[in-house]
């Protein structure tokens, strides 16, 4: 398996994951997207995706659903909306809908900062996104925003990625 731009990112998720499991917190997994080989004889020369994937985690915590994607960016200032495909919103959403927590993940590699993007903050920006689109100042969320509306993330109590701390007092401030 080859290097990907989100390896080091996904690693410490993956290893959040497992402390989550271990001190029996949350129960989270990695979602695989189904690929198909390309062969040549019997070698696999390529591969390509058979379908779109739905979000890259999904899991439980305290007994609600959660669903959640890692994205990076390398911009300082602020989080380009381009990151995020249609059909990842469309998940998010009908997930919430059904009583699921949904989220983004959001690494500044330059800055070394994660954030949590929860999804009723993400939808806001999303809406305006899809209705000023081409326009200027619409396809992005400025860092100033994670700053005060998101969770910055960071490590705790032997969790390297804390990323569901706090999750309760968000959900329940925004009366789904």
């Keep these: 398996m080859g290097y990907h731009k989100g390896d080091m990112f996904e690693e410490l998720i993956n290893r959040s994951n497992i402390v989550y499991k271990r001190k029996e917190i ?6 695989s997207t189904p690929m198909k080989p390309i062969r040549r004889g019997k070698e696999i020369v390529s591969a390509y995706y058979e379908e779109k994937s739905t979000l890259d985690y999904i899991g439980l915590y305290k007994g609600v659903p959660i669903a959640f994607d890692a994205k990076e960016t390398k911009e300082e200032n602020r989080f380009p909306l381009n990151n995020i495909q249609e059909h990842q919103i469309e998940f ?3 997930w919430y809908k059904h009583g699921g927590i949904a989220f983004l993940l959001v690494n500044f ?3 070394e900062k994660v954030f949590r ?3 009723w903050i993400l939808s806001w920006y999303w809406k305006k996104y899809q209705e000023n689109k ?3 100042g619409f396809g992005s969320i400025s860092l100033d925003e994670f700053e005060s509306s998101c969770k910055k993330l960071k490590s705790r109590d032997g969790i ?3 990323y569901l ?3 309760e007092s968000e959900e329940t401030k925004n009366n789904r």
């Design 134 to 136: 081409g326009k200027r």
């Design 26 to 31: 949350a129960l989270v997994q990695k979602v």
């Design 117 to 119: 993007l929860d999804w």
């Design 92 to 94: 998010m959403e009908n």
């Design 165 to 167: 701390e706090g999750i």
């Design 160 to 162: 390297m990625l804390d």
């Design 109 to 111: 590699t330059k800055l």
